[in-house]
């Protein structure tokens, strides 16, 4: 099976060929650094993605704060994980770096708030 893939690991962003054979090791044309066969590697045999996206803020100067993954995790539990984060809520004051969700779905990934809000007051 052949496939082609952009690298995104460095600036290069090289056109990469990737070739698997039956129980074989891969084939990876087009890489200009030792980088690029890793990525075709990781990408064909266990892809992984960070995401980004907002939860709900309850009491805050804004509604909504931005949130992201410390750490990969598998493609395949992106919807998974997209299903949990739409019901985290969570009280203001959130500062930038508080955990949100650690080791989610059993990963080892925390999902991190990215922004500071504070509180209103009443």
């Known amino acids: 099976m052949k496939r082609e893939l ?14 698997t054979q039956d129980g074989g090791p891969l ?15 990781r990408e064909l045999l266990n892809p992984m ?17 931005s949130v992201r993954l410390n ?3 598998p493609k395949s539990r992106i919807f998974e994980f997209m299903d949990l984060i739409k019901e985290v809520r969570l009280q203001a004051p959130v500062h ?4 949100v969700i650690p080791k989610v779905l059993g990963c080892d990934s925390d999902v991190i708030v990215t922004k500071n809000i504070r509180r209103i007051a009443k």
């Open 6 to 19: 952009t690298c995104i690991v460095c600036p290069n962003g090289c056109e990469l060929i990737v070739e």
């Open 27 to 41: 084939i990876v044309q087009g890489a200009t650094c030792k980088r690029g066969y890793e990525y075709a590697e």
């Open 49 to 65: 993605r960070t995401l980004s996206t907002s939860v709900m803020v309850e009491e805050g100067e804004s509604s909504l704060v």
């Open 71 to 73: 750490k990969p995790i």
């Open 96 to 99: 930038i770096g508080q955990v």
